[in-house]
């Protein structure tokens, strides 16, 4: 199983970033997938997950802000972050358990992608 990232940059406060999750040798679509991130200093923390039967579980820091569509024709995730705030800085990991049910706990997972780096200035 390889989960590979991409899309994390810098942007100012109040724009938007598109991060991207690749999945190889998973069939994500039949397990719980999750977003994470981890703030220097801080622990690694939930920003949702995504069971196989089309629940999704949202950290209240980011609700109305980000949304998570994938595509499962490509394999793929996204995180669509928009009205970003300096206190979304952080590095981005991308998650997959294999249990359909999800928890919004690093423990859960399993597998984890190289991370991705978000900086948002003020």
């Known amino acids: 199983v390889q989960l590979v990232e991409s899309g994390g940059g810098s942007v100012q406060s109040g724009g938007s970033l598109r991060l991207s999750c690749q999945v190889f040798?998973?069939?994500?679509?039949?397990?719980?997938m999750g977003w994470f991130r981890q703030a220097p200093g801080k622990e690694r923390e939930g920003v949702a997950t995504?069971?196989?039967?089309?629940?999704?579980s949202v950290a209240d820091s980011v609700k109305g802000r980000f949304t998570f569509p994938q595509d499962n024709a490509k394999n793929t995730l996204y995180l669509q972050m928009n009205s970003l705030k300096p206190e979304d800085t952080a590095m981005y990991y991308c998650?997959?358990?294999?249990?359909?049910?999800?928890?919004?706990?690093?423990?859960?997972?399993?597998?984890w992608g190289q991370g991705t780096q978000v900086t948002v200035s003020s």
């Open positions: 040798g998973y069939a994500f679509s039949s397990y719980c």
């Open positions: 995504m069971n196989s039967v089309g629940g999704t």
């Open positions: 998650a997959a358990s294999n249990k359909w049910w999800c928890l919004l706990d690093p423990s859960h997972f399993g597998y």
